[in-house]
């Protein structure tokens, strides 16, 4: 989140160079399917850097690095429609008051646009509770796995994936309630209720096929 | 009339190819209310955005007292309000005062309260912008801007996104302040305010000032063509 943050302001940025590269990772990691960058970044990173060769390169830290990375590239995208979506007039009534822009950043913008933000970062960690399952492939002992050696040991395929779905079913809703209690945090009206005009419309993006 | 206070000499600015500012210059004495009027496009909007430094002129200079203005010295009001949605009416009011003034929170609190009052909006302090009519989130604006005491205002057209039934509530706040001395310049097509209230109307069209006078004589006997056929579309 923080590093899709950075990257949202860089598209921002006033310097070309910077603009240029914040869309090339964006793209990379976009156009790319998570499971290749999952494999190349284990698999093909040691061979390209002796660094990464070691052992404290565990097969956790390797996914959790991939899946960052991924994240950051769709989080920048969402933060960006965020910050758009705080009318310029704003910032203009801002600087009249004689506002610093840091100060404008974080008194006006930021606040509104994480209000915005919100529904489409709970997606974004839902789905990336789910990605998950896709560190199997460089043997990261995550949820699927574990129920799929339970099952294979026992025999027992209903019960291990039935309680692999559970453990999902909690662990999602766990994150679908934090969601909701944030918006309602992030509302303003003075009673707290949803009364505030719709939000203004986030480009949203599919990820079945990530 | 008193010495001059907000100067405007020789402004230029342009956007690319377009030319908005063509050498603007004109000033307004201290409790004098200036309307400026004039078809879309001449450039109104851009000659306030130079005045509150919003802008910085191509060429030209802008001055208060002798100076250029420092932050919140010249108060702005904008058509659209552009209030804080993620603050109350107070947080709008206070912001200001505690973030470019420096003042602890409780005499920004005090002050804040005192300017929604003098809006006549102090019982809607505690209200988000979004519960609040167009009428009453330019109320706040205007408290806003004036919390800061600034030395002049300037208004771009503050009831032009207005319906109707808001406008007076809003024209009554300025009329209010232009008795009361502030030093005021205002775009705006509400001719009766112009009338009652201005000092003196200017009437801009491409870029330039090309009429300036007294409102009697303003409307009674207007000089250029511009203005005529101007006047007769906005009557």
Known sequence: ????????????????TVRGSVSVYNWLFRATPTLLQLLFIWDALPQLWHVFAGTWFTPFLAAFIALSLNEAAYMAQITRAG?????????????????SRRQILRRVIVPQAVRVVIPPTGNEFITLLKLTSLASVISVHELLTAAQELAAV?????????????????????LMAVQSRLE???????????????????????HDAR | MSEAILRAEGLHKRYGELEVLRGVSFEVARGEVKVIIGPSGSGKSTLLRCLSL????DAGEVSLEGRRPGHGEVGMVFQRFNLFQNMTALGNVMVGLTDVRRLPKREARDQAIEFLERVGLRDKAHQYPDELSGGQQQRVAIARALVMRPKAMLFDEPTS?????????????????????????VVSHELRFAHHVASSILMMDEGAVIEEAPPAEFFSAPKHERTRRFLALVE
């Open chain 2, 54 to 57: 919003l802008e910085e002129p």
């Open chain 1, 154 to 174: 026992r025999f027992q395929y209903p019960e291990a994936f039935l309680s692999a779905l559970v453990y999902y079913l909690v662990l999602v809703s766990i």
């Open chain 1, 184 to 206: 309602r945090r992030f509302t303003w009206t003075s009673a707290r209720r949803g009364r505030r005009r719709a939000a203004p419309a986030v480009p949203v993006v599919s």
């Open chain 1, 83 to 99: 910050l758009l979506s705080v009318a310029p007039g704003e910032e203009l009534a801002g600087r009249a008051l004689g506002l």
């Open chain 2, 161 to 185: 996104a207005l319906d109707v039934e808001l406008v007076r509530e809003v024209l009554d706040v300025m009329e209010g302040l232009a008795r009361d001395g502030m030093t005021m310049v």
């Open chain 1, 1 to 16: 989140m923080v590093l899709g943050f950075a990257l949202a302001l860089g598209r921002s940025s006033r310097r070309r």
